[in-house]
């Protein structure tokens, strides 16, 4: 689902214009990038939590020459789902 399907889904499920919709999704996301640059968690009950991990300097390898790079440290977001989001087959 793209971020314009979910703006079209919460404009008709909450009967308002779609130009809004547009932007409380835009919003949404502008406001937990922040929160991500100042090192923040985001957490929303019933889909789950964005949590910010430290990854350490390690060697790689480009797959194409074979040549041995360094990553260096850096963050990134990880995401754990809540437990009611889990599909049950």
Request: proline letters at 3%.
């Amino acid at each position: 689902m793209t971020k314009l399907e979910i703006s079209r889904e919460l404009a008709e499920r909450k009967d308002m214009p779609l130009a809004d919709a547009i932007k409380a999704v835009d919003g949404v996301i502008d406001i937990m990038k922040d929160a991500f640059k100042n090192g923040r968690n985001v957490y929303l009950r019933g889909l789950g939590s964005f949590i910010i991990k430290e990854r350490k300097e390690k060697t790689g390898r480009n797959p194409r020459t074979g040549e041995v790079i360094i990553i260096p440290a850096h963050k990134e977001v990880k995401f754990n789902q809540s437990q009611s989001l889990i599909v049950k087959q």
